[in-house]
């Protein structure tokens, strides 16, 4: 079942969280001259036109990075990833929203490379579209989760690894914490990024437990709500991301900016965020 587009959440609040995370890892990476790859099991389209009538039905970036946008105390830590995102538009008015493979590619250096699953027939022509001409970016229109395991290890034995699937089937619930476990022993010292909702739903509640099943050495989980569960129904209050292997500095980096986030992102008084980690 492919009934999700990314196009109607682009930049809301949960792309803001996943996107300046994956901005510091990237960054982070980029500071040895050695190559890294960046694996994105499911890429989307790649570049989003927010007045388009599917982004601008849902209207999402409004309270993500609508809010961040015109801000003048960005936080430094987050300044680079309002400067990737300012890249896509030059006239200063913000009209594109970079997915997570152009995100990445405005941090890809010649020796970087990027290995891109996505399975929506659109998504795919619109990423082919986008980066078909450049060496460094492979695209496959193949399931991510099996796509990554013949990736690893990578020959740059540096690898940033999200996974950022709908969750609009159970399924995705089980395969994610299995795709993670293969991942770990494939390729023991890759940096993993697992992006998960928060919503009332029992496969939600449950799988920050089964994450700490997968018994990583080194292990990081954020969360950032922006509002009270809704009382009825299955709307998204929030989402996490889940790093296996992440820089060392990057709780003491999320600390000092998870305040401000929550303060401005939040839509009620049940905004906040948590963080738990361990550093081997
Ligand atoms: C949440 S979106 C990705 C957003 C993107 N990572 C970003 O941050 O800009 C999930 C994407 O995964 C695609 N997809 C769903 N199942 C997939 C699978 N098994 N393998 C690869 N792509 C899949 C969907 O078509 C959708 O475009």
Redesign the pocket.
Known sequence: M?S???AF??GNHA?VL??FV?VELLNYYRQKDKPWTYI???????CYALGSEVAAKTGEFTDGIGRLWAREDLPAIVQDYVAAVRQFNPSGRLVFY??????AMTLARAQDSLRL????PA?LRALQQTFGKEARVKING????S?LKSLLPPPSRRAVV?I???YEVKD?YR?VLEVLAEAMQRFPTGCYAL?YPLLDRAESRRLPEKLAGLEAGSWLDVRLMTRHPPAEGLGLYGSGLYLINPPWVLPERLEKVLPWLTEVLGIDEGAGFELDYQIE
């Open positions: 492919l999700y587009r990314h959440h682009a792309d996943k996107h994956l994105d099991t499911h890429a989307g389209a790649g970079p997915g997570s493979p152009a995100l699953f996505e399975l929506h998504d193949a399931d991510g989760y796509g999200l950022d699937p709908p995705d395969r992006w």
